[in-house]
């Protein structure tokens, strides 16, 4: 069936291909095997701490030759649909952007900014696709309701931070959550790379995006306008955009049936396997 019907594969990382460091047995056989037989082989991960060439460098630390071009990660994702929402373009005050004698642009041009709660990976990812990310509270930890009111007074009145990105942030603080939901209820966009609400490291859940992501929208009131990650199908759909692959004839594996399964389905994907190298276990079918 596989022979037949597949013609592209799109491969979770964490729990397929690896766990932690460490690459999960036979599994570069098999992305070999799949190569040898004119498979075209794609890698999508939830994961939003890290870039795409983060994740080529540990491939090829692994032994096994991927370009970033075949890698899609929720912070990539994250940065497309902001580029989709034209995030990294120059806006004027007028229509016709007016321009210098040189072709200069000139006049009042701002680019919208994004305020992010998230690690390395979504910044390194904002900033090839020429979006400007605010700083906004840096690492700040407390806010005060008088630092909230101060807030309010010294933002910029015209709001130059046109959406709040969130993904999975080791420095979370209250002053970030604070900071966020303040923009969004001051009408920034509110965007979420995934839902996943932890990972398992050792024998307990290790809180993940989607605990931050469901802090924010309880302090704002507000739901993400989308998941960029799975299981939403937007990598599917970049993928495709990108890469012209049928989806009927793709096949997409994971270890998790919430995300990466049900990303599948909602890709349309023409198949999908699930593995028990990962979280879900033969037990939870």
């Not at 649909?81 to 072709?103: M, S």
């Not at 932890?198 to 931050?212: F, H, N, Q, S, T």
Request: glycine fraction near 10%; charge should be negative.
């Amino acid at each position: 069936e596989l022979d037949e019907d597949v013609d592209s594969v799109v491969i979770d990382c964490d729990g397929v291909v690896w766990n932690g460091d460490a690459l999960i047995p036979g599994a570069k056989a098999a992305i070999e095997a799949l190569r040898a037989k004119k498979k075209r082989v794609f890698f999508a991960t939830n994961n939003s701490t890290k870039s795409r060439a983060h994740y080529a460098a540990k491939f090829a630390s692994l032994g096994v030759d991927v370009s970033k071009y075949e890698i899609y990660t929720s912070a990539y994702a994250a940065a497309m649909y902001l580029k989709q929402r034209r995030f990294d373009e120059i806006e004027d005050g007028d229509d016709a952007e007016p321009r210098g004698e040189h072709g200069e642009r000139v006049g009042d041009a701002r680019q919208k900014k994004v305020y992010v709660i998230g690690e390395r990976g979504v910044m390194e990812e904002m900033e090839e696709a020429g979006i400007d990310v605010e700083a906004g509270v840096y690492d700040s930890v407390r806010c005060t309701g008088r630092d909230w009111e101060e807030m309010e007074e010294w933002l910029d009145p015209e709001n130059d931070v046109g959406a709040v990105v969130v993904g999975s942030d080791s420095a979370f603080t209250f002053a970030k959550l604070a900071y966020a939901s303040l923009q969004i209820q001051r009408g920034a966009l509110f965007i979420a790379t995934n839902p996943d609400a932890g990972d398992k490291i050792g024998r307990a859940l290790y809180p993940g995006a989607g605990a931050i992501v469901n802090a924010v929208a309880t302090a704002c009131g507000e739901q993400p306008e989308i998941y960029c990650g799975k299981p939403s199908s937007f990598m599917l759909d970049l993928l495709c955009e990108h890469t012209n692959i049928d989806m009927s004839r793709t096949l997409v594996v994971g270890d998790r049936i919430d995300t990466d399964i049900a990303f599948g389905k909602a890709g349309k994907a023409g198949l999908t396997a699930l593995v028990f190298t990962g979280v879900t276990d033969s037990e939870q079918l």
